[in-house]
C-alpha cells in the first residue's frame, strides 16, 4: 500500500509539468507594427529592446531578435488538453506532453527595420526565423 500511496503521489507531483509548460509558453507578437508608417517606439513597445541599433547611410536601423511565441487562444487550448490528459491518465500523460511542450516553444525571429528621418518603419526584412530547440 505504502509503494502504491508513493507511485501516486509521485505521478502528481510531476503530473503537471506539460501543463506548467504549456501554459509558460511564449506569447505572441504583433508583427503588424513592422508596416510602413509604425512609429519605432510602438515597434520597441511590442518587440523589445533592439539587439542592436546602427546608422547606414544616415538612416537610423534596428535589429531585432526575439521568441515569437503561441496567441491566448491556442496557449489556453493547450494547458486545458494536457490538464485533460493528465487528469485521464494520472499524470502518465506528461511522459509524453512534456516534450511535445519542450519542442513547439516559439521560433527565433529577427529582423531589420528601416526608419525615416521622424523614427517612422520605413522598411523591414526578416533575417532569421528558426525553431528554438
Excluded at 505521478?11 to 509604425?38: E, F, N, Y
Excluded at 512609429?39 to 520597441?44: M, T
Excluded at 537610423?60 to 487550448?77: E, H, M, N, P, W
Aim: aromatic share 4%; proline share 2%.
Amino acid at each position: 500500500m505504502r509503494i502504491l500511496v508513493l507511485i501516486v503521489g509521485m505521478m502528481l507531483i510531476t503530473g503537471c509539468t506539460a501543463t506548467q509548460q504549456a501554459a509558460s509558453q511564449p506569447t505572441q507578437k504583433d508583427l503588424s507594427v513592422l508596416d510602413i508608417g509604425t512609429a519605432r517606439d510602438i515597434v520597441i513597445l511590442e518587440l523589445g529592446a533592439p539587439a542592436e541599433t546602427r546608422i547606414e547611410n544616415g538612416t537610423k536601423v534596428d535589429l531585432f531578435s526575439f521568441v515569437q511565441g503561441y496567441s491566448r487562444g491556442t496557449r489556453i487550448a493547450r494547458v486545458t488538453g494536457h490538464a485533460i490528459g493528465e487528469a485521464a491518465t494520472l499524470g502518465l500523460w506528461s511522459l509524453i506532453g512534456t516534450p511535445i511542450e519542450q519542442s513547439n516553444n516559439g521560433s527565433i525571429l529577427g529582423y531589420k527595420v528601416t526608419y525615416s528621418e521622424d523614427d517612422l518603419v520605413k522598411q523591414s526584412e526578416q533575417l532569421v526565423d528558426k525553431k528554438r530547440n
